[in-house]
């Protein structure tokens, strides 16, 4: 809802899986984040620990596409 107030077209979550630039975090797991997203007003993206391999989950889980940094430029 505030990211609508704000006028923005999408929103992030995430993390979704572990990721190397926040080690130690807990990621949010898919079932969490199609909680989330479920019912949100603007496309929402997933982002944390993705990569190619991941987009059918995330479609599955209500995103609109995932942030892949470190899986199409590697570490």
């Known amino acids: 809802a505030q990211a609508s107030r ?15 630039s926040h080690p130690g975090a807990k990621g949010l797991g898919w079932a969490r984040f199609a909680k989330l997203a479920a019912g949100q007003a603007l496309p929402v993206y997933a982002l944390g620990g993705l990569g190619n391999g991941d987009l059918d989950a995330a479609l599955t889980a209500g995103a609109h596409g995932i942030a892949a940094i470190r899986g199409a430029w590697g570490s």
């Not at 077209?9 to 995430?14: A, K, N, P, S």
Request: glycine share 14%.
């Open 6 to 20: 704000l006028g923005l077209d999408f929103t992030i979550l995430g993390p979704v899986q572990a990721t190397a």
